[in-house]
């Protein structure tokens, strides 16, 4: 497992060391992150950061703890803080080094004091510890602590308020507060005597420079309640526990407990290989589990949720690779209880009202349980459990039952219009999509042949006489399609979408469904032409561009306001997930497989050499810029991108 170790000299560089963020996740949908420097950059950074009430959402209720040591008559300060042409206070200054192998480790070192601070979020609990430990000195100090509130939802920012209930109310070593109405209480305590002194007070224009670059509201008012006073002698710590559920054990207890569950989860993956070490060991952080049976996954941090198509491309790598299955097959069940018309949803609304807006989550269902039995699966589980799903889906579309598609005559799988998008590539302006796919999508129509050539050859037996006779039908009058539709000759590749008007010449990466899935009906001689457009166009050291540079549409500027960047987002922006897909192309078709390990390895190793320490630490980003140097973008943890690099190189491993 690797561990990452940042001097003084580089967290002085702020332009470096603001970009590097830890997360933290507690396996209910929570988590805990900022930047190594504690200097929060996003809205989404906090201590503590939970999902509440009937509708899932997440709330960022506490922003950070400001901590400063009383040494003799000198007050010093720890925190650091963005406010309006000033950082203040400046405690980076102070900082030793920053650590993390199973949590992050800040180490302070002000003259003769050498002070340890470490984060944990325990697994299934709503809570934060914040432990402080005094390593060296030659006297005593205090430590004192004030708590910042933020009691918001995590996407919008607060502002001192008359709502607020500034009260707090006694427990033992702390308090707890009841913020807003219909809102949690939050108990703040400490692990050995403190004193806490009620002082409440409101900071003012706290500054968030990720999200003014990202054109949102960037200034925050947070409340603190009070402060908090423990003396520590020289090898003695403290550990601030904050929660919204009342105190179950001894604090100490609690992080003991947690840190050797960390060190029981990092030696599952002690035997492998890095990076997969350090990938699948950072793999369940995306996994929330509401209970045994119910589970599902974070599709992105830190403002995704749950969503269906993400889900699908990443569950093979999240859980299959890492040896969870019965997790894999918890998540299939839940999302098969959902099929509608054909559909499963691409967003998962806890009170319901799921949205059905993609047309490729119900098809990737099906690759998702190839995988499944590919890792060692159970045939008999899949037929009890999820054909029944897999047949209703095949069915509704032969019955021309789902909304928005329909099989043509020529047997490809037509969706959307132009006002739709039911594809991955969704982005929309003012309602006006970006990348408008409607008509025959390549990627649609290879998950489509992929799910009837699938259900035939691995469920023959349980379909009945007449079923099968439809769907070989189908297969063939598809077969006969494909090539004769979606061949480019020009360029030597697949268009990108079939319409009866002609083709769409753009090249994107979508055309690797048609040769990396496990089922294809496309010849050698054509894939390797497909292979070699899309090594020319696409392919880049952190993963795949979705568009050609030479396409006069291409977008190399993913920056700006929401608007500005949906118009680049999939019009050249690299999505490293797309490494998963075009390695099983790469396998599929060229003779030389260790070759091919030898060129991917070396073609992606950036995404693991470096990227792992410089973003989202131990996590893959969601893209990156397309031209160099290729900057990382979005979510600092991607479900898909993780998923999908621990998938590849697992199978490049094997080979």
């Not at 018309?341 to 799921?354: A, K, S």
């Not at 995988?371 to 209703?392: D, R």
């Not at 360029?491 to 089922?519: H, M, T, V």
């Not at 397309?626 to 479900?639: E, L």
Request: aromatic share 12%.
């Amino acid at each position: 497992m690797r561990k990452i170790r940042v001097n003084r000299d580089v967290i002085l560089n702020h332009e470096y060391s603001l970009r590097q963020e830890y997360l933290l996740t507690n396996g209910n949908g929570g988590y805990s992150s900022s930047s190594i420097l504690d200097c929060h950059r996003r809205k989404h950074h906090g201590l503590l950061v939970l999902p509440y009430g009937k509708g899932g959402k997440l709330f960022n209720l506490l922003s950070k703890l400001e901590v400063s040591i009383k040494a003799g008559k000198n007050l010093l300060h720890l925190s650091t803080n963005k406010f309006p042409g000033v950082y203040y206070p400046t405690g980076h200054q102070y900082i030793d080094h920053f650590e993390m192998e199973y949590f992050p480790v800040t180490v302070y070192r002000i003259g003769e004091l050498l002070v340890a601070k470490s984060i944990i979020m325990p697994f299934r609990s709503n809570t934060v510890l914040v432990k402080y430990e005094l390593l060296e000195g030659d006297t005593s100090v205090i430590l004192r602590a004030m708590p910042f509130l933020a009691f918001r939802e995590v996407n919008s920012i607060v502002r001192e308020n008359i709502a607020l209930r500034q009260r707090t109310y006694f427990e033992e070593n702390g308090f707890k507060i009841a913020p807003y109405e219909g809102m949690p209480e939050l108990y703040l305590q400490t692990s050995r005597r403190s004193v806490f002194f009620p002082s409440p007070i409101w900071w003012s224009n706290f500054e968030y420079m990720k999200d003014y670059n990202r054109g949102y509201d960037y200034q925050e008012d947070l409340f603190s309640p009070g402060v908090f006073e423990v003396r520590l002698r020289p090898g003695q710590a403290v550990i601030f526990r904050a929660s919204i559920d009342p105190l179950p054990l001894r604090i100490t207890q609690k992080w003991t407990r947690e840190v050797k569950r960390l060190e029981q989860l990092h030696l599952k993956f002690k035997n492998e290989p890095e990076p997969l070490a350090t990938l699948k060991t950072h793999a369940s952080d995306y996994i929330i589990e509401y209970s045994r049976e119910q589970k599902g996954l974070v599709a992105g941090y830190h403002w995704f949720q749950e969503w269906g198509r993400d889900t699908m491309i990443a569950l093979p790598g999240l859980t299959m690779a890492c040896g969870e299955l019965s997790t894999a097959m918890a998540i299939l069940e839940r999302y098969a209880r959902f099929e509608n018309n054909g559909l499963l949803p691409n967003i998962i609304d806890p009170e319901g009202n799921h949205a059905y807006n993609s047309v490729d989550t119900s098809l990737l269902f099906f690759w998702a349980i190839q995988q499944f039995l590919h890792y060692g699966g159970s045939i008999e589980k899949v037929q009890k459990s999820l054909l029944k799903t897999m047949l209703s889906i095949v069915t509704a579309y032969l019955e021309s039952r789902v909304p928005e598609a329909g099989l043509g005559e020529d047997g490809l799988l037509y969706a959307g219009n132009k006002h739709t998008q039911l594809t991955w590539m969704d982005a929309m302006v003012n309602g006006i999509p970006v990348t408008p796919r409607n008509g025959a999508p390549v990627e649609i129509n290879a998950l489509w042949y992929n799910a009837l050539k699938f259900l035939l050859n691995e469920f023959g037996d349980y379909l009945d006489t007449s079923l099968s006779g439809i769907l070989n039908e189908q297969v063939d009058r598809f077969e006969e399609s494909f090539i004769d539709r979606f061949w480019n000759s020009a360029k030597g590749c697949l268009y990108d979408i079939y319409r009866p008007e002609g083709g769409d010449p753009s090249i994107r990466p979508n055309q690797l469904f048609a040769l990396g899935l496990p089922y294809s009906c496309i010849s050698t001689d054509k894939a390797l032409l497909v292979l070699e457009t899309v090594a020319q166009h696409l392919v880049t050291p952190f993963g795949l561009r979705t568009l050609s540079p030479e396409d006069p549409r291409y977008n190399a500027d993913y920056r700006g306001d929401p608007g500005r960047r949906d118009h680049a987002y999939h019009q050249g922006t690299i999505w490293p997930w797309l490494t998963g897909i075009y390695v099983d192309a790469l396998l599929a078709f060229r003779e030389d497989k260790k070759r091919v390990k030898i060129e991917v390895l070396d073609r992606f190793k950036n995404l693991w050499e470096t990227h792992l320490e410089q973003y989202g630490v131990f996590h893959i980003s969601e893209i990156f810029n397309p031209n160099r140097p290729h900057t990382a973008k979005g979510c600092i943890a991607q479900a898909w991108s993780m998923g999908e690099l621990i998938r590849a190189l697992d199978k490049l491993q094997k080979l």
